[in-house]
Every structure is written in C-alpha cells, then in structure tokens.
C-alpha cells in the first residue's frame, strides 16, 4: 500500500539555534529581526496550540518539531532553561498532536552553525564528552517520541559564512564532518530510525557528497527564492538528489516570499519523482508577535495540498 504524501510543518519549541552577536539580520523588504540566545523559552503555549489547529484544520499530516533546550532532558537536565517542558508535558503533548492525525518527528539540530542550544557542549565538538553527550539526548528523545518515523538531524550551514557574525565559529571539514554525520546517524539507524538532514552540503560539496551520504538518509534540499531556474544551484541539488537515487523532503518558506512553498511544490512535481512529501519553514519562534507570520506559512501548505 503506499504511503500517504507528507505535508509537514516545522514548529519551534527551542529557538536557541545561534550564538549570535545580536546584531540585525536582514530579510525580505527590509525587515529587522535578531536572533540572539535566550535564558527563557520562546515557544507559547497558547500559540502552539493555535497553530496546531491550524494544521490539523488545513490537512497538514507531519509536524517537525526543533526541540533544542525547550526539553528538561532526564539524561542532561543542565540544558535546560526557564520553561522548558518537561518530558512528561513534551508525552502528553505528542498524544495530541496524534489523536489530532498528526505525526509528531523530532528534531535535533547538531551542525556547529545551529547548536547553541546544546549550552557548555556545544564548545566540546568532537570529542568524547561531545560524542557521549549526542548518543544519550538522541537515544531519550527517540524513547520520548515512542520511535518515530524520522529523526532530522540539522547538519546546515557549517561553514564560514554562515558562522562569520557568531561569537564562536566551529566548522568541521573534510572527515570530521563525515565522521561526525555518520555518527549521529549510527545512533539514530540502531533504534531502527531513519535519520533525517539538511542537503545544503551538496551545493559546494557535490561529488563528495554523492560518493558518501548514505541513501538511507532522508535528505531535505532547500531553497526559499521565486526564480527556480535549473542553473542556480540551490535548485539543481533537487535534481542532482533524485538521479542519484535519494529520498527527498523538499522545503520551502515564507522567510521571504509567501509563494515559495507552492514554487517548490511545482517545481519538484515536474522534476523529481522520489519525494516522500513536502515541508513548510517560517523560521520563527512560536510567540504571539509571529503568530501571523506562522499562519501564512500554514495556509501556503493548505494552497498546496488542495492544488496538488
């Protein structure tokens, strides 16, 4: 029988993703946001739950959820901050979502660039107390999440120009970068888990990367533009991923233009044949003053869904 098309939404609980300067970032016409790290959770309940309804209400089938430091983790509670959910609140939570008929996957972002969650260790790349650190969180949040489907992994933008505004720049190259990735996915494929990550490698790495990811690894190339030419190479990873025999997830946004989702969709119905489904990214917190941010990214799926 096959399997139901995903249409997922990624939903943040942790947003400690940068150690950043607090400096401004630029988006699309000119906006301002900043993204430092926070001692205090910035997800709402009361705006997780809305956005929530909206899913369900609109067919959204996967929810992607970025944990981060928004866990008291039973195996390292030192990462958590004020308000962090405990495992108990998180159970209880993952049962809604359920009876709501959707798929609650984990997310836990180990790329260098996105890592600020994981507090002291995130200064301990690569070494035991890293390694140990990795296996126990991914090993209590596949139990949390009864097994899930996927785990999605990060693994995005570790390089310098993605880094070069941060307090504390770490890149792994070459075979660390490997060793690492193969690593988390080891931890992730023994607990009969498929491992999931961002495809952004590929775009500079190219026969490196088709030579060694593994293509049992869910891959989610992504690209947030409206021109969808096949040379820019952003694009071209959808294509390159499908010849060569991978899985895919592809993701769009709202970050810049709210038509991104269904360009995507479009564009990789004509192209690719072995998508798995689609994610939607606003790359927001989950609070009220992005609330409408949120909701737009949403009803851009709803769009999708009923013009697929």
């Known amino acids: 029988m096959e399997k139901e098309l995903i249409w997922s939404y990624l939903i943040h609980l942790g947003y400690n993703m940068w150690e950043d300067t607090g400096q401004e970032h630029r988006i699309a ?13 910035r997800c709402q309940k009361s705006v997780w739950d809305k956005l929530l309804k909206e899913m369900a209400k609109i067919g959204i089938n996967m929810v992607l959820i970025d944990l981060g430091e928004g866990v008291k983790y039973e195996s390292h509670p030192e990462l958590a901050i004020k308000n962090s959910w405990s495992v108990e609140k998180l159970k209880k939570e993952l049962k809604k979502i359920r009876e709501m008929g959707i798929e609650p996957i984990p997310k836990l972002n180990f790329s260098t660039a996105h890592d600020n969650w ?13 390694y140990g650190v990795c296996k126990d969180l991914i090993k209590e949040v596949i139990d949390i999440f009864d097994k899930p489907r996927f785990f999605h992994l990060g693994m995005d933008e570790e390089n310098y120009e993605n880094q070069r505004n941060l307090l504390y720049v770490v890149i792994r190259q070459y075979e660390l970068w490997w060793n690492d990735l193969y690593f988390l996915v080891n931890e992730v494929e023994k607990n009969n888990v498929k491992a999931w990550i961002w495809s952004d490698y ?5 026969d490196e990367f088709l030579k060694k990811m593994p293509k049992t690894v869910i891959q989610s190339n992504w ?10 190479e952003y694009v071209k990873a959808y294509i390159e ?16 233009y709210k038509e991104n989702f269904q360009l995507t969709v479009d564009f990789c119905k004509k192209h690719i044949s072995n998508f ?11 609070v009220i003053d992005w609330y409408n941010h949120h909701l737009e990214a949403i009803k851009e799926v709803g769009k999708s869904i009923k013009n697929f």
């Open 202 to 206: 590929i775009w500079r790495n190219r």
């Open 223 to 232: 690209y947030y533009g409206k021109d969808f030419s096949e040379n820019i």
């Open 276 to 286: 798995l489904g689609f994610l939607q990214t606003a790359w927001r917190p989950t």
């Open 241 to 256: 991923l499908d010849k060569n025999g991978y899985s895919q997830i592809p993701t769009g946004s709202n970050h810049a």
């Open 29 to 41: 016409e000119g906006e301002k946001i900043k993204y430092p790290p926070r001692t205090y959770l």
């Open 118 to 130: 994981l507090g002291k260790y995130s200064r301990c790349v690569s070494t035991d107390i890293y």
